[in-house]
């Protein structure tokens, strides 16, 4: 089993910056990519970020040139730097890590840009 938990959401005003963290623990070694993806009200969840074991990053149109996604293997923490925020980025924001048969997901954090 793989735990996640998120952390760094809150409320932030256009053009600002966010950092979301999400500590990994468990059978970490079975993970083979971890992600992060957003569901707002009314809205299906998306990928916002991925980045595989090897490194390789994949990024929704909507956030390349502004987001970044990382891994901090010391720490097991994978990290969303956010920034030139814009209000339609407000949603629960999710970690999620993938094993390639499992799915294992934190319990979401807020982020709401509004000025």
């Known amino acids: 089993q793989v735990q996640l938990a998120e952390s760094g959401g809150g409320l932030v005003q256009p053009g600002g910056s966010l950092r979301l963290s999400c500590v990994v623990s468990?059978?970490?070694?079975?993970?083979?990519?971890m992600g992060w993806y957003r569901q707002a009200p009314g809205n299906q969840r998306e990928l916002v970020a991925s980045?595989?074991?090897?490194?390789?990053?994949n990024y929704a149109d909507s956030v390349k040139g502004r987001f970044t996604i990382s891994i901090d293997v010391a720490k097991s923490t994978v990290y969303l730097q956010m920034n030139s925020l814009k209000p339609e980025d407000s949603a629960v924001y999710y970690c999620?890590?993938?094993?390639?048969?499992?799915?294992?997901w934190g319990q979401g954090t807020q982020v709401t840009v509004s000025s």
């Open positions: 468990g059978s970490i070694f079975s993970i083979n990519t």
């Open positions: 999620n890590g993938y094993s390639g048969r499992s799915n294992y």
């Open positions: 980045i595989t074991r090897g490194g390789s990053t």
